[in-house]
């Protein structure tokens, strides 16, 4: 089992900044990619972008557009995502995820997934 928790959520106004966090626990042995989905109200889950234990990253761009990074701490089991210019589209419950094998852009796919962090951007 593994267990995620997100923090960094919170309410900006247009064209701010925000960090989320995705901290890891558990059966977190052997290394394992890490994503992150958004689910706006009313919405289906959609990928964002994810990053892999070799480093690797894979980026939703219609969503991103240059505006989000990732990184992470593979010491401290901690994924990032750095969210620059945000727009309202943005607003929804944001969710790490993960799973044993290579990273999808398929919420189905995942077994564990975080509590989500709520970001709202204000016009």
């Known amino acids: 089992q593994v267990q995620l928790a997100e923090s960094g959520g919170g309410l900006v106004q247009t064209g701010n900044s925000l960090r989320l966090s995705c901290a890891a626990s558990?059966?977190?042995?052997?290394?394992?990619?890490m994503v992150w989905f958004r689910q706006a109200p009313g919405k289906e889950r959609e990928f964002v972008a994810g990053?892999?234990?070799?480093?690797?990253?894979?980026y939703k761009t219609d969503i991103v557009k240059g505006r989000f990074t990732l990184s992470r701490n593979n010491a401290k089991n901690t994924l990032f995502l750095q969210m620059n210019n945000l727009k309202p589209e943005d607003t929804a419950v944001y969710y790490c995820?993960?799973?044993?094998?290579?990273?999808?852009?398929?919420?189905?796919?995942?077994?564990?997934w975080g509590q989500g962090t709520q970001v709202t951007v204000s016009s």
């Open positions: 995820a993960v799973r044993t094998g290579a990273m999808t852009q398929t919420a189905r796919d995942y077994p564990y």
């Open positions: 558990g059966r977190t042995s052997g290394g394992y990619d």
């Open positions: 990053m892999a234990w070799g480093g690797s990253r894979m």
